[in-house]
């Protein structure tokens, strides 16, 4: 990740992981989202790595990169397939900018909600470069674990 960090130039302000040493089970819950630990995944390494920074810029970015809540879409197929009513919180869950959204609306972040399957830093760069954030929240969520980082443009001293 170091390479690609020196190639667009950015400078990683925190770090943080899921799970970490110390965490035991699932993440804890978050309001709005229910049976799979792919959004609270999210939101705790958002908090992890939001909580490192002394001062945060509003104009933060958020960019989650994922393939998506697989559980959930699971739960849904069945659902279907048995010819049952799916609830609507599954609907809001399933779009992967719904969490990221609910991070940015927590932590007041006032720039751009990107979700990619891949990547990251590119999108990072770009909304840096374009001057629509000072820095970006990356989020990266996988089938059991997630990470996320915070990176600005040039020094951030």
């Not at 929240?137 to 915070?150: E, R, Y």
């Amino acid at each position: 990740m170091t390479g690609l960090l020196e190639v667009h130039e950015l400078v990683v302000l925190a770090e943080a992981w899921w799970p970490e040493a110390g965490d035991d089970g699932e993440p804890p819950g978050v309001p709005g989202f229910m049976l799979s630990a792919f959004n609270p995944m999210a939101v705790v390494v958002a908090n992890r790595c939001l909580g490192q920074l002394p001062t945060r810029l509003q104009r933060t970015g958020v960019v989650l990169v994922s393939g998506g809540d697989r559980v959930s879409a699971r739960h849904v197929e069945q659902l279907v397939a048995e010819g049952k009513r799916i609830g609507p919180l599954f609907f809001f869950q399933s779009v992967p900018n719904s969490v990221a959204g609910w991070i940015a609306a927590k932590w007041d972040l006032r720039g751009p909600v990107v979700c990619v399957t891949d990547g990251g830093l590119d999108e990072a760069a770009l909304l840096i470069g374009d001057g629509d954030a000072d820095q970006v929240l990356i989020v990266q969520v996988g089938a059991d674990q997630a990470s996320a980082v915070i990176v600005s443009g040039g020094d951030p001293t």
